[in-house]
């Protein structure tokens, strides 16, 4: 990592530990004198909350494992214990389940704010893989964390995801028996998620320092794009973006906050407060908020294509959804980053902002028309955008002249 | 890592460079970082010789391309690599059901007491099986049905057993996404799935909606007139 501390050992003490083992110096180069882009606005504040967002989560999940257990008898009564007798439990266990809606939605604004401003490319495509990487293994770990209520969508949820598996030719069927512990989801199937849903979010921590370390290279991106040129373009993270950073999450915490004390259930579905019963389907099974738009893909292969049947058409299309993410460094060869100066790229963005919000909207309406119409207009949207639209716009688009540097944007703007 | 730069040149040493050195200088000293460039020498296809101490490496054969000691490292390799998938099968292996599951895999139940016309829901292997005992009404409308108009082409006779064309019995999760459909409804007089609008018939077939296979017939035999073993 680039050198750009000016620690100076205070004392005898300071001065032993550093010859040793540098930490106060490395946390000094990295959490205080970061040279930081001095332009960056408050999308740039959700690495902070999701840092927090996943303290929360291992704080509360850890205190919930000592009183939950995970038995398909007992784990849908363990949890009511939790709310109804154990102290404060009621709001732990709140602020756990709010916790991963709050946790998906800085996640998803973190991933549009670097969609828009150019963050995954050159020298920045490893950072942003990472990222990519992290929003997966979150996706997994809230996934089993969905299972460990053992309600009726807990299961059903479960029935319906690990059937994905069944499609996969061959061996599907040895696969799913594999990750379920037997043929239909069971005790062993809860048994397991719960050990996953407990180690996953460590795994998450590690690459999330893989992921600083990987900012910390090339440094942050900015609102324009420019890369610092020299040290007037940049301040120290210290105090400046901390207190920044800080002033975020509390204003993250206010709507945080609000539902875990005034709406902690509103965010879930009714049917999981009916204990699991595998021989009763709910009337409409629908995952979590933030799964919606890869599930309304999912479900929009509903045609055969080729001798490719619908239900392994829609497993492919749901990965293929995933893995635009991952090469979209390589698919958007625009030298320019920030969309402010892309003249037609900014509109494409927006379309693809509200189709987002649109699939995810569609994944909760019932396989009806005119929703599932629209469920393949809106995932050929997603695919387009990423395979056809980034990739044509990079050679046709003319961008608007960019600043010099980032002190020159900041400065002419305050004299404009 | 301030006070010593360790750069490859370091630890990779010429046996020009060897031949200076005291016999204690190059095991001492990074040994196994030198072991590890070499592996990644020999991956890359140029040999060249790490030599500990003295000028053991005397002729000019050991430094050609492919030596004896490439070839222990990559048969020490390929032991190592044996063993260490050796070790990770049971921990994969342990997630398959287990022998409790297993057990589970055949089940006798009685049917007398379902009147017909009446179906039942029972589990087997954790999964929900229907035990529908048909009438006669919807034994023909099963049987009328030409092989043309079904998606998943199957002749009645081919989803029950000979003699006991009035029980139907099958896993009861729709082979769309696993929902459980609800029975004598639908269009067909059968089972109509809520989660994605399956219609099944009266011989479970899939009619109309996105599933693409009829309902699975599991294995079983009648052992007596009412006494069926599934599994």
């Given at each position: 990592?680039s050198?750009?501390?000016?620690?100076?050992?205070?004392?005898?003490?300071?001065?032993?530990?550093?010859?040793r083992?540098?930490?106060?110096?490395?946390?000094?180069?990295h959490?205080?004198?970061?040279?930081?882009?001095?332009?960056?606005?408050?999308?740039?504040?959700?690495?902070?909350?999701?840092?927090m967002?996943?303290?929360?989560?291992?704080?509360?999940?850890?205190i919930?494992?000592?009183?939950?257990t995970?038995?398909v008898?007992?784990a849908?009564?363990?949890?009511?214990?939790?709310?109804?007798n154990?102290?404060?439990?009621?709001?732990i266990?709140?602020?756990?389940?709010v916790?991963?809606?709050?946790?998906?939605?800085?996640?998803?604004?973190?991933?549009?704010?670097?969609?828009?401003y150019?963050?995954?490319?050159?020298?920045?495509?490893?950072?942003?893989i990472?990222?990519?990487?992290i929003?997966?293994?979150?996706?997994?770990?809230a996934?089993?964390?969905?299972?460990?209520?053992?309600?009726?969508?807990?299961?059903?949820?479960?029935?319906?995801?690990?059937?994905?598996?069944?499609?996969?030719?061959l061996?599907?069927?040895?696969?799913k028996?594999?990750?379920?512990?037997?043929?239909?989801?069971?005790?062993?199937?809860?048994?397991?998620?719960?050990?996953?849903?407990?180690?996953?979010?460590?795994?998450?921590?590690?690459?999330?320092?893989?992921?600083?370390?990987?900012?910390?290279?090339?440094?942050?991106?900015?609102?324009?794009?420019?890369?610092?040129?020299?040290?007037?373009d940049?301040?120290?993270?210290?105090?400046y973006?901390?207190?920044?950073?800080?002033?975020a999450?509390?204003?993250?915490?206010?709507?945080?906050?609000?539902?875990?004390?005034?709406?902690?259930?509103?965010?879930?579905?009714?049917?999981n407060?009916?204990?699991?019963?595998p021989?009763?389907?709910?009337?409409?099974?629908?995952p979590?908020?933030?799964?919606?738009?890869f599930?309304?893909?999912?479900?929009?292969?509903?045609?055969?294509?080729?001798?490719?049947?619908s239900?392994?058409?829609?497993?492919?299309?749901?990965?293929?959804?995933?893995?635009?993410?991952?090469?979209?460094p390589?698919?958007?060869?625009s030298?320019?980053?920030?969309?402010?100066?892309?003249?037609?790229?900014?509109?494409?963005?927006?379309?693809?902002?509200?189709?987002?919000?649109?699939?995810?909207?569609?994944?909760?309406?019932?396989?009806?028309?005119?929703?599932?119409t629209l469920?393949?207009?809106?995932?050929?949207y997603?695919?387009l955008?990423?395979?056809?639209?980034?990739?044509?716009?990079s050679?046709?688009?003319?961008?608007?002249?960019?600043?010099?540097?980032?002190?020159e944007?900041?400065l002419?703007?305050?004299?404009? | 890592?301030?006070?010593?730069?360790l750069?490859?040149?370091?630890?990779?040493?010429?046996?020009s460079?060897?031949?200076?050195?005291?016999?204690?200088?190059?095991?001492?000293?990074?040994?196994?970082?030198?072991?590890?460039?070499?592996?990644?020498?020999?991956?890359?296809?140029?040999?060249?010789c790490?030599?500990?101490?003295?000028?053991?490496?005397?002729?000019q054969?050991?430094?050609?391309?492919?030596?004896?000691?490439?070839?222990?490292?990559?048969?020490?390799?390929?032991?190592g690599?044996v063993?260490?998938?050796?070790?990770?099968?049971?921990?994969?292996?342990?997630?398959?059901?287990?022998?409790?599951?297993?057990?589970?895999?055949?089940?006798?139940?009685?049917?007398?007491?379902?009147?017909?016309?009446?179906?039942?829901?029972?589990?087997?292997?954790?999964l929900p099986?229907?035990?529908r005992?048909?009438?006669?009404?919807?034994?023909?409308?099963?049987?009328?049905?030409?092989?043309?108009?079904?998606?998943?082409?199957?002749?009645?006779?081919?989803?029950?057993?000979p003699?006991?064309?009035?029980?139907?019995?099958?896993?009861?999760?729709?082979?769309?996404?696993?929902?459980i459909?609800?029975?004598?409804?639908?269009?067909?007089?059968?089972w109509?799935?809520?989660?994605?609008?399956?219609?099944y018939?009266?011989?479970?077939?899939?009619?109309?909606?996105?599933?693409?296979?009829?309902?699975?017939?599991?294995?079983y035999?009648f052992?007596?007139?009412?006494?069926?073993?599934?599994?």
């Open positions: 990592m050198e750009h501390s000016t620690y100076v050992p205070g004392n005898a003490v300071e001065k032993w530990l550093d010859d083992l540098p930490v106060v110096r490395f946390a000094k180069e959490l205080m004198d970061f040279p930081t882009p001095k332009n960056l606005n408050y999308w740039w504040t959700f690495g902070a909350i999701l840092v967002c996943l303290g929360v989560q291992i704080v509360t999940g850890i919930l494992a000592m009183h939950y995970p038995n008898a007992l849908f009564d363990s949890v009511e214990h939790i709310r109804r154990v102290s404060g439990g009621r709001v266990q709140a602020t756990h389940a916790g991963a809606s709050m946790f998906f939605v800085a996640l998803y604004i973190h991933m549009f704010r670097g969609l828009f150019g963050s995954y490319k050159a020298p920045r495509e490893i950072l942003w990472l990222g990519v990487v929003f997966l293994l979150t996706t997994a770990t996934f089993m964390g969905y299972i460990l209520p053992w309600g009726q969508m807990s299961f059903w949820g479960a029935t319906v995801i690990s059937n994905i598996f069944s499609a996969i030719p061996v599907g069927d040895s696969i028996q594999l990750v379920l512990g037997g043929f239909a989801v069971g005790n062993p199937t809860l048994n397991r998620f719960f050990s996953l849903h407990y180690l996953l979010p460590f795994i998450i921590a590690a690459v999330v320092a893989l992921h600083i370390w990987a900012l910390h290279v090339p440094g942050n991106n900015n609102p324009v794009g420019v890369e610092v040129k020299d040290s007037r940049t301040v120290p993270f210290h105090p973006y901390t207190m920044k950073d800080l002033f999450m509390v204003v993250f915490m206010i709507p945080f906050a609000w539902f875990v004390f005034f709406a902690p259930d509103i965010l879930g579905h009714p049917d407060y009916i204990m699991a019963n021989q009763v389907t709910p009337a409409h099974i629908v979590e908020w933030y799964l919606l738009p599930y309304t893909i999912l479900r929009a292969i509903d045609f055969n294509i080729l001798f490719i049947d239900k392994l058409g829609g497993v492919i299309a749901m990965g293929g959804a995933m893995l635009c993410l991952l090469i979209v390589w698919l958007d060869t030298k320019v980053r920030a969309g402010t100066f892309r003249p037609m790229f900014k509109w494409f963005y927006a379309l693809f902002v509200i189709n987002f919000i649109a699939l995810m909207y569609l994944g909760a309406q019932e396989a009806a028309e005119p929703y599932t469920a393949k207009v809106c995932t050929a997603y695919f955008y990423f395979l056809v639209i980034l990739p044509v716009l050679r046709i688009e003319t961008p608007k002249p960019l600043p010099t540097s980032i002190s944007s900041v002419g703007k305050a004299h404009a | 890592m301030r006070s010593r730069k750069s490859p040149a370091a630890h990779w040493t010429s046996p460079d060897s031949a200076k050195r005291t016999p204690t200088d190059g095991p001492l000293e990074g040994g196994w970082l030198t072991i590890l460039l070499m592996w990644s020498k020999v991956g890359a296809g140029s040999v060249i790490a030599s500990y101490g003295e000028t053991d490496l005397s002729t054969a050991e430094h050609s391309t492919t030596n004896r000691r490439d070839f222990l490292f990559v048969a020490t390799g390929a032991v690599a063993g260490a998938a050796a070790v990770v099968w049971p921990l994969i292996n342990q997630l398959n059901p287990d022998a409790s599951t297993l057990a589970l895999a055949s089940i006798q139940y009685d049917v007398s007491p379902i009147a017909e016309g009446q179906s039942v829901t029972i589990m087997w292997r954790g099986v229907f035990v005992h048909r009438t006669p009404k919807e034994i023909e409308e099963a049987k009328a049905v030409p092989l043309s108009e079904l998606k998943d082409p199957e002749t009645d006779e081919q989803r029950t057993k003699g006991h064309e009035e029980w139907l019995i099958m896993i009861a999760n729709c082979t769309h996404l696993g929902c459909p609800v029975g004598q409804s639908g269009d067909f007089d059968g109509f799935c809520p989660c994605h609008g399956s219609h018939d009266s011989a479970g077939r899939i009619r109309r909606g996105p599933a693409p296979k009829n309902l699975v017939v599991p294995p035999e052992l007596s007139d009412t006494l069926v073993q599934i599994g």
